[in-house]
Structures are given as structure tokens and as C-alpha cells.
């Protein structure tokens, strides 16, 4: 009993149970590290959290068939709080634990924040959440994919639709002076103008919940447009909507993933017919993602959260990845990324020289008999 | 041109809508120098009430007129229930207090209202019916000026011109002015006080229900917070147009639609309320009590 007490006695025990836990791996293998790092903790937990089950549930599977290249798959969890500055810790200590492909970060700012280090060190990450749409576009962080679609995307779309399928001349382009409104109309703004295919006739912020919006509805009239495209919700949408059709005008609505809402159908009713809005792609059919959520009710016992789809296809394209490229070599694994088709829940997808997955985001819908119709 | 009348035509219909709901404040103030927060609330309850009954008469398969008439009707009783019940537990027991008391009294019912509102129906935007009939002699017109709109420019002037009658020539009309003008001599003379507020509530609450019901059907949806902005843009009416004076609210309603609409339709809509407002500023400068500052009309 005495020799428990020993230092020396508890680093010989140490070095004994180190060497058993090791001799039970095979001992020319080194595990192929995965690092999963976002917000495991804090307020913006429930976004971070559901990317690590979705890693554990995909690593679990592969493991159980004989892991990636013949080696296990080892995850390493690591939390920044959502927090640039906390990120580049996380980030550092992921680094210095050699991982080999990082799966996050979660917020944007967090990502941008640990990208650098990553970059430094040639190690791939995909994010499957971080929109902010200079992550992949400014071309400074090779390393960088995602599985969701960047924040610009459903204006590209919008404007796409309204220059090539409708092919129209002029647009008007309104928005609620809101984050998200705005945002998505200053991108759209900018589409038009670059594409300098069609004349944006108007640009203008209306003030959500006014009584009345006819004088900005006689101004829309008044400029000639084709359609509007509005940045912003459903209630305004449906008032504006509404009243361009109470005042005999055709204008084409085109809008966002805030106005694809069945509110929208309910409150707008018949003017509701024929108008345009994007929103994610409907994966729900989708057997993959059927079996992924399952798999997740089966092993946690609730539905999976923010983000689950979308790490879930990070982590299976991480994996197929590494398995065409035959290694975890950092050239050989990104252009794997970029070349190689994967079978996941939000379909089939790869990634394009930016780093964004192709296949991966909106649709656009429009409004027949009460309903909102996927176009293709 | 026909882009100036359209735009002229709008900032009436907008503005008539602010001065619906801003007589209900200006002859409450007028009355107990209150700003009734809570009135916005009511124009918000009587929406949700025609809403309601309309809803049911629908199923039993009334006719749209009836329909009409009886929702209005209802919803009008009810809110003029309220506006007296909100009067009597939230301000009466306050009247000799200081004038701050009563003023946060009236925002604490009119969160209350807006939450009872949330929690008692929805969160959500509902559909409100078109309840207001489409003229067949407006039928060529209907782009430039609808019958809704048509129909609530009248109501607004129709009000206007009753309440003044009202206030002029009858016998609770000299009863209000004279409990405007002085509480105490008024009660020495043997005017019932509490009665005349009561009475005052119940018609500002019926004009601010009778509003509700006109911009819902004008606008087709309602949810809990409709009354806030209205009513924020209704006060602003009431205080440019005089507050205190019948008249001046309407006015105050037509000034703020017109600023707003020309402003969105000639400038940007971005600017739409930095208009409304500096042209608020700016008449205060000038005329501190507002347009029509009449001291005790009401």
C-alpha cells in the first residue's frame, strides 16, 4: 500500500495503462484526426452542437465498417464560444494536436478569425454554417469550403431568374431597412448593376409595419419596372403585393426566404398567386437526410438541431475526400474537395475553386393554387 | 400629372386613417389632458373583434352587408366596453395624482392590451375579409382610387363633422366644454364629471373601433401590434393639427399623409418618416400648440 503513495510507483502505473491503451490500436496506425470546433457552450451553443453530433454519428458509422484508408477516425472537440478571439486559441490548439481537417467553425466571425492559422498550417476546414459571403469570394482562404449556401446566394438567385428566365429590362429592387433585408437587396443592387443587363429603376427601404405603401406602389408604377424584387418579410410583402394588385398592376413580386412563408399565402390570398420567392432546397424527401435524422433520434432521442444536414454532408464529403485522395495530404485532399462527387443529405454535391458546394442551397418557388411550387 | 393626383389621393387615404384614430386622442386630451396610450390598443381590439364576428357570420352564411353592419356594430360596443373599463381602472383612481402618473398608467394598459391581445389570439398576421363593398362606379377607376379609400376619406369627414355638431350644439357637448375648461366649476354647476369622461372615452374608443375595422379591410391583415405605429402616427397627427381640437386632428392627419406620401413619391421612402417628423419640428417651432391651437374647444 505504501508504494501508491510513491511518485515514482504512479508514473510507472501511468506509463503501464498508457502503453495498454495504446497496444490496443494497431501500432503502425495513426488515426486520421478530425477537429470539430464551433460554440459548444454559451448562447450560440444549439448552433455548434448539433454539427458535433453529427460528426460523432458519421465517424461512429465508418469506424464500425473499418474507418477512412484502413485507420480509425479520431474526433477532437474543441469550443470557441462563437468568439473570434477565442477561435484563434482553438484553432492553435487544434493545430498543435496535428489534426488533419477541421470541421467548422460555426460563426462567421470565429471562422474568418482561425482560417489564417489553419491556412498557415495547410489544413482543410468546412464550415457548414458560416454565410458571410467574403469567406469563399475574396479567394484569400484556399483552405476554406462550406456546406451552406453564403448570404448572397438568394439574391444571385433572384437576380439570376429575373435576368434569364423572365429576361426583363427593368427592375425595381426594395427592401424593409432591416439587417436582413437590406443586406439581401444591397447584394441584389449590385448584381443588376453589375450584370448591366437590365436598369435597377429603383432602390428604396420602406418602413415596416406603415399603414399604407401606396405612394411607394404609384412610385414602382411610375418607374416602368418589370418586377420588384423586396428584401424583407412576409407582412410587408403581402401589403405590397396586394395593393399592386388592387391597382391593376402585373409587376412581378420575386422575394426571399422571409416572404416563402404560408403566412404569406393566408394573409395575401388570391394576389398571393404567381409571386417568386427562394428558400432552401427541400432536402426533406431526401432518403440520405431521412436516415441521417433518424440515426440522430435513435442514438440522442430528439430531433437534431441548427446546422445537423449541413455538418453531416461536411463531414461524409471530409471523409470521401480523404479516402479518393488516398491520403490526408493537404493538395491532395483539397483538390479531392474540389473534383470529386459525394452522396449526401442535402444532395449530391462538391465544391467549386472558391470553396462553395455546388448543389448545396436555394430554390426558387412560386405561388400556384395556394401553394408554393419548387421551379427547376 | 396624374402621377401627382395619385399620390395626392394616397397621402388622403393615409391621412384620413391617422385622423380616425387621432380624435380619439385629441378629445381624451382635450378632455383630462391625457395621452391615452392605450387608445391605439383599442383601434387594435376592434379590428380583432370584426374580425371575429364577421369570421362566424360568414359560416352562418349572412349576407356581405349584414355581415358589414354587425361586425361594425359589435365591434364598436365592444371596444367602447374597453375604452370605458381602461378608463376606470387605469385612470380614474389616478386623477388627482401628478399628470406623469397617469401617462405611465396608460402605457402600462396599453402593453398589457397588446400582450392580452398576443397571448388571448395570435402571434400571427391574420387575413382580414374585404369587408367593404367594391362600388360599381368606382369600377374604372379602381386603380386610382378604391372604394375602400373612398369610403374611409368619407367616414373620416362624416366624424369630423358629427363630433363637431356634437361638441357645438348639444346639451353633453356644453357639458364637455364646460369639464374641459374647469373640472371643479364644472362639477359646482352640477355637471356629473365622471359621467362626461366616461362618455368621452366611449366615443373616442367607438372612433378609434370604427378606424380598426376601415384600414383593416383597406390594408386585408391585423395582428396584435397594429395599433402601435398607428397609434404613434395618429399622436403625431393630433399634436401638428392642435391637440384638444376635433378639426385640427384631421388636419394633422391630412398634413402627415400628404408629407409622407409626397415625400416617398418625390424623394425616397428611405426619408418617408425624417420628412413626417422635421415637418412636425418645424410647425412646433412656429406654432407651438399646433395648426389649429384653439384653447378649450373641446
Redesign the interface.
Known amino acids: 500500500m505504501k508504494c501508491i503513495m510513491n511518485k515514482s510507483c504512479v508514473t510507472i502505473f501511468i506509463i503501464v495503462v498508457i502503453s495498454l491503451t495504446l497496444s490496443c490500436t494497431k501500432p503502425d496506425s495513426q488515426p486520421v484526426k478530425v477537429g470539430v470546433a464551433g460554440p459548444h457552450s454559451g448562447d450560440l451553443a444549439s448552433y455548434g452542437l448539433p454539427s458535433v453530433k453529427a460528426a460523432e454519428l458519421v465517424i461512429n458509422e465508418i469506424n464500425e465498417k473499418g474507418g477512412v484508408l484502413g485507420k480509425k477516425i479520431e474526433l477532437l472537440i474543441e469550443d470557441d464560444v462563437c468568439k473570434p478571439e477565442l477561435a484563434t486559441n482553438t484553432a492553435t490548439k487544434l493545430v498543435s494536436q496535428n489534426v488533419h481537417i477541421i470541421l467548422g467553425h460555426i460563426c462567421s466571425g470565429a471562422t474568418k478569425a482561425a482560417l489564417g492559422i489553419y491556412k498557415d498550417s495547410k489544413i482543410p476546414a468546412i464550415s457548414p454554417s458560416a454565410t458571410n459571403p467574403a469567406l469563399t469570394q475574396s479567394g484569400d482562404y484556399p483552405n476554406f469550403f462550406r456546406t451552406i449556401a453564403s448570404d448572397d446566394a438568394q439574391a444571385k438567385l433572384e437576380v439570376d431568374f429575373a435576368l434569364d428566365v423572365l429576361k426583363l429590362k427593368k427592375i425595381a429592387v426594395l427592401h424593409d431597412?432591416g439587417d436582413y433585408g437590406k443586406g439581401l437587396a444591397e447584394f441584389a443592387k449590385s448584381f443588376i448593376e453589375e450584370s448591366g443587363r437590365a436598369e435597377l429603376v429603383l432602390y428604396?427601404?420602406?418602413?415596416p409595419?406603415?399603414?399604407?405603401y401606396?405612394?411607394?406602389v404609384?412610385?414602382i408604377k411610375?418607374s416602368g419596372a418589370g418586377a420588384v424584387i423586396y428584401g424583407g418579410y412576409?407582412?410587408e410583402a403581402?401589403?405590397i403585393v396586394?395593393l399592386m394588385r388592387?391597382?391593376?398592376?402585373d409587376t412581378i413580386l420575386i422575394s426571399d426566404d422571409g416572404v416563402k412563408d404560408i403566412?404569406f399565402i393566408?394573409?395575401?390570398?388570391e394576389y398571393a398567386e404567381g409571386v417568386y420567392a427562394t428558400g432552401p432546397k427541400d432536402v426533406s424527401m431526401n432518403p440520405l437526410a431521412i436516415k441521417a435524422n433518424e440515426a440522430h433520434k435513435k442514438t440522442y432521442g430528439s430531433d437534431p438541431g441548427a446546422f445537423f444536414l449541413n455538418a453531416y454532408a461536411a463531414v461524409q464529403a471530409i471523409l470521401n475526400a480523404i479516402e479518393k485522395a488516398g491520403s490526408t495530404d493537404y493538395d491532395k485532399v483539397t483538390k479531392a474537395l474540389r473534383t470529386e462527387y459525394v452522396e449526401t443529405p442535402l444532395g449530391k454535391i462538391r465544391f467549386d475553386e472558391k470553396g462553395d458546394a455546388i448543389g448545396v442551397g436555394f430554390s426558387m418557388f412560386q405561388v400556384k393554387n395556394g401553394k408554393y411550387v419548387e421551379i427547376n | 400629372m396624374e402621377y401627382f393626383v395619385q399620390l395626392l389621393l394616397g397621402g388622403l387615404t393615409r391621412g384620413s386613417i391617422y385622423a380616425l384614430i387621432a380624435l380619439g386622442y385629441t378629445m381624451v386630451y382635450g378632455i383630462i389632458e391625457l395621452i391615452n396610450f392605450a387608445h391605439g390598443e383599442i383601434y387594435m381590439i376592434g379590428a380583432f373583434t370584426a374580425l371575429i364576428v364577421s369570421s362566424v357570420l360568414t359560416l352562418y352564411g349572412f349576407n356581405e352587408f349584414a355581415i358589414l353592419v354587425l361586425a361594425s356594430l359589435i365591434a364598436v360596443i365592444y371596444s367602447a366596453s374597453y375604452g370605458f373599463t381602461v378608463e376606470k381602472i387605469a385612470y380614474k383612481p389616478l386623477r388627482s395624482a401628478p399628470r406623469l402618473s397617469p401617462l405611465i398608467s396608460a402605457i402600462g394598459m396599453s402593453i398589457f392590451l397588446q400582450n392580452y391581445v398576443l397571448l388571448a389570439q395570435t402571434s400571427d398576421f391574420l387575413p382580414f375579409p374585404a369587408l367593404i363593398p367594391e362600388f360599381n362606379f368606382l369600377k374604372n377607376y379602381e386603380h386610382v382610387f378604391s372604394s375602400s379609400e373612398l369610403v374611409i376619406v368619407l367616414t373620416t369627414v362624416i366624424v369630423m363633422t358629427i363630433l363637431t355638431l356634437l361638441i357645438k350644439f348639444t346639451k353633453i357637448g356644453k357639458a364637455m366644454r364646460a369639464t374641459a375648461q374647469d373640472k371643479k366649476m364644472a362639477m359646482l354647476v352640477g355637471i356629473n364629471v365622471n359621467r362626461i369622461i366616461s362618455v368621452t372615452f366611449i366615443i373616442g374608443s367607438s372612433l378609434a373601433a370604427i378606424g380598426g375595422i376601415l384600414i383593416a379591410s383597406h390594408i386585408g391583415q391585423i395582428n396584435f401590434n397594429i395599433g402601435f405605429i398607428a397609434g404613434i402616427k395618429a399622436f403625431t397627427a393630433a399634436v401638428l393639427g392642435g391637440i384638444g381640437s376635433i378639426p385640427g386632428a384631421v388636419l394633422g392627419g391630412f398634413v402627415l399623409g400628404w408629407t409622407e406620401s409626397f415625400a416617398t413619391g418625390y424623394v425616397s421612402s428611405d426619408y418617408e418618416d425624417v420628412f413626417a417628423f422635421a415637418l412636425l419640428v418645424l410647425i412646433l417651432i412656429f406654432r407651438p400648440a399646433g395648426i389649429l391651437s384653439v384653447k378649450c374647444e373641446v
Open positions: 431597412k428604396e427601404g420602406i418602413t409595419g406603415a399603414v399604407d401606396s405612394a411607394v404609384q412610385k411610375a412576409h407582412p403581402s401589403k396586394m388592387k391597382k391593376k398592376m403566412t393566408k394573409v395575401a390570398g
